[in-house]
């Protein structure tokens, strides 16, 4: 099992910048693969990034190129680095894990963090 706790969000203005944390704790953290997802208000919630154990990583087509998924095995830390946000980047954003398969699906992901609000003002 793993416990996930994400940090880092907060309000910022279009254009600007985040880098959003997710701190696992739990055995085995390298074996997971570890993903990124966000959820706006009356939206589902939807991918944004997956990190594989072996650090590869594969975006949402719509976010290529302005956010950038990474993880430090040891230190089981997973990160995701936010350029040039826009208003329609506001939502919860939530870090995941699972050992079943390398996903894009939030079914497939076994634990989830509690979440870090990110607010981009126009």
């Known amino acids: 099992q793993v416990q996930l706790v994400e940090s880092g969000g907060g309000l910022v203005q279009a254009g600007g910048s985040l880098r959003l944390s997710c701190a696992a704790s739990?055995?085995?953290?390298?074996?997971?693969?570890m993903g990124w997802f966000r959820q706006a208000p009356g939206k589902e919630r939807e991918f944004v990034a997956r990190?594989?154990?072996?650090?590869?990583?594969g975006y949402a087509d719509s976010l290529k190129g302005r956010f950038t998924a990474s993880r430090d095995n040891a230190k089981n830390m997973v990160y995701l680095q936010m350029n040039s946000l826009k208003p329609e980047d506001t939502a919860v954003y939530f870090c995941?894990?699972?050992?079943?398969?390398?996903?894009?699906?939030?079914?497939?992901?076994?634990?989830w963090g509690q979440g870090t609000q990110v607010t981009v003002s126009s």
């Open positions: 995941a894990a699972t050992q079943r398969a390398w996903g894009t699906s939030a079914d497939m992901y076994d634990y």
């Open positions: 739990g055995r085995g953290f390298s074996s997971y693969f």
């Open positions: 990190i594989h154990w072996n650090g590869n990583n």
